[in-house]
Antibody, heavy 119, light 112 residues
């Protein structure tokens, strides 16, 4: 069974940092592109970052570019999101999302981890 | 960025009746490989999103056949043939043809 479990969320002051993790199981993690998608309280879904299967290619939304960095450790089946210079508008649930094979995008989602940025 | 516009934003449906959600993109969604990367997701209250439909009309495993997707060019539709109580939630379309990947605003489906 495909599973992704996010962790690392919590409360942080503006300007602070957090590192989110997503541990995957039930599939060969190293074969799949992965994404982070966030959802502010009561709001819609917003794509944040992607990383290809070997970690050699990444992309970030303009709103987080230069502040957030996505990475992965295929030996540990884990996806990361390093978040620096956090702002109040980064407050959201962060979901780890897999891209399936053959262009089957966003096929599996984790349960999410909540990040709250507040003074 | 490609803007995805859903309508309506809210839908109140009688049990057993059909429902339809429209999603319009600001640009065409045909990728260079000929595929259209348009997905539909359901988010039930308090849950993570779940994919229902990928590449316009392909239903995911375990998704009831009362859900169907269609469309071409810039206009796409999710239809529920007979709404059941478990269909309550917010539905999102998403395009993956162009970077960044973008979602519609969401359509809240409730039972009348």
């Amino acid at each position: 069974e495909v599973q992704m479990v996010e962790s690392g969320g919590g409360s942080v002051q503006p300007g602070g940092s957090l590192r989110l993790s997503c541990t995957a199981s039930g599939f060969t993690f190293s074969n799949y592109w992965m994404n982070w998608v966030r959802q502010a309280p009561g709001e819609g879904l917003v794509w944040v970052s992607f990383i290809n299967s070997d970690g050699g290619r990444t992309g970030h939304a303009d709103s987080v570019n230069g502040r957030f960095t996505v990475s992965r450790d295929n030996a540990k089946n884990t996806l990361y999101l390093q978040m620096n210079s956090l702002r109040a508008e980064d407050t959201a649930i962060y979901y780890c999302v897999r891209d399936g094979r053959d262009g089957s995008l966003f096929d599996y989602w984790g349960q999410g981890t909540l990040v709250t940025v507040s003074s | 960025d490609v803007v995805m516009t859903q309508s309506p934003l809210s839908l109140s449906v009688t049990l057993g009746q059909p429902a339809s959600i429209s999603c319009r993109s600001s640009q065409g969604l045909v990728y260079s490989d000929g595929d259209i990367y348009l997905n539909w997701f359901q988010q039930r209250p308090g849950q993570s999103p779940r994919r229902l439909i990928y590449k316009v009309s392909n239903r995911d495993s375990g998704v009831p056949d009362r859900f169907s997707g269609s469309g071409s060019g810039t206009d796409f539709t999710l239809k529920i043939s007979r709404v059941e109580a478990e269909d309550v939630g917010v539905y999102y379309c998403m395009q993956g043809t162009h970077w960044p990947r973008t979602f519609g605003q969401g359509t809240n489906v409730e039972i009348k």
